[in-house]
């Protein structure tokens, strides 16, 4: 027996009728007690009503009817992320959504600011004194070790929502640019960010993003117009302290199920020297903090 092809309308109705059991399934599974809603004694339906999913999703009661019944509709990636939100779904299960709605484009991603597992900073306290941080897809920095901040202080001080290294290896002044090889390094991060971009054409929050560099960076506009791709690997750089030495590191990523948007960056120091240099400055952040050890470079590049 031949297969059904991926494109064909028997596929795509056996798609949206998938659709409908999934929507349909976590509806009745959800209590109103857990979205803050009285039960009340009259209540016929398991879970909560069509409506009532409707209306914490900000969609039309009739729209979200005919999506729970398969209809032929195609919504956005934004509402079905309302309707995720909605419906208490987790990781796993908004990415299938996605795919059982036709757009796979739209890949798992931790939203800024969303709580990170207490088991992630554990994971990243222990690995001190090796530099660590959990970066995102789009460069965001999740979470960090005492190590990493003493390498990268001046990242440490920005507010989380704007620790992103792509951003502020675009936007910082020159002097206060953490890596020395500059230009090989961001090409490579635009590489590896085109390669991600390509899983999520339809993902408004990445476009958005691509648009915030563009407008922030005439050099971010050239490099991506370049259309390079570069594979993840583990690979050496070199790093400029707050006090101006040079420190050669191997960067190697790994991807944890805690966190599936993002990948652990570990530095491991490329020689002894390396190594002192980081312990020194780890401990020295643990005695004056991000701040300190800015203004301890400062002072010491000054005099």
Excluded at 120 to 133: E, F, S
């Amino acid at each position: 027996m031949s297969s059904t092809p991926p494109g064909s309308p028997a596929a795509t109705a056996a798609r949206r009728g998938e659709l409908a059991a999934f929507l349909r399934l976590r509806r009745e599974r959800i209590t109103p007690a857990d979205v803050g809603l009285p039960g009340g004694p009259r209540r016929r339906t398991p879970g909560l009503r069509r409506e009532e999913v409707a209306q914490r999703a900000g969609v039309g009661v009739a729209w979200y009817t005919w999506l729970e019944q398969g209809r032929a509709i195609n919504p956005s990636v934004q509402v079905l992320d309302a309707i995720a939100r909605a419906l208490l779904l987790g990781p796993a299960e908004r990415e299938h959504l996605h795919r059982l709605a036709g757009v796979p484009d739209a890949a798992a991603r931790t939203p800024a600011g969303q709580p990170l597992p207490p088991e992630a900073q554990t994971i990243l306290d222990a690995l001190n004194p090796l530099p660590t941080g959990l970066v995102s897809a789009s460069y965001d920095v999740l979470a960090f070790n005492d190590a990493y901040a003493a390498l990268d202080p001046r990242m440490v001080l920005l507010p989380p929502a704007d620790r992103n290294v792509l951003w502020r290896l675009f936007t910082a002044d020159e002097e206060c640019r953490p890596l020395v090889d500059w230009e090989r390094e961001v090409s490579f991060m635009v590489g590896q960010l085109r390669a991600e971009f390509g899983r999520r054409l339809h993902d408004p929050h990445w476009r958005a993003y691509i648009r915030k560099l563009s407008e922030a960076s005439p050099l971010f506009v050239e490099m991506w117009a370049r259309h390079d791709v570069t594979a993840l690997a583990t690979h050496r750089k070199r790093f400029r302290t707050a006090d101006g030495r040079e420190v050669a590191i191997t960067a190697t990523g790994f991807t944890t199920t805690a966190v599936p948007d993002a990948k652990m960056w570990v530095y491991t120091p490329a020689d002894g020297e390396a190594a002192q240099v980081i312990g020194e400055l780890l401990g020295r952040y643990r005695e004056v903090g991000a701040a300190g050890l800015v203004a301890d470079g400062a002072g010491r590049q000054g005099s």
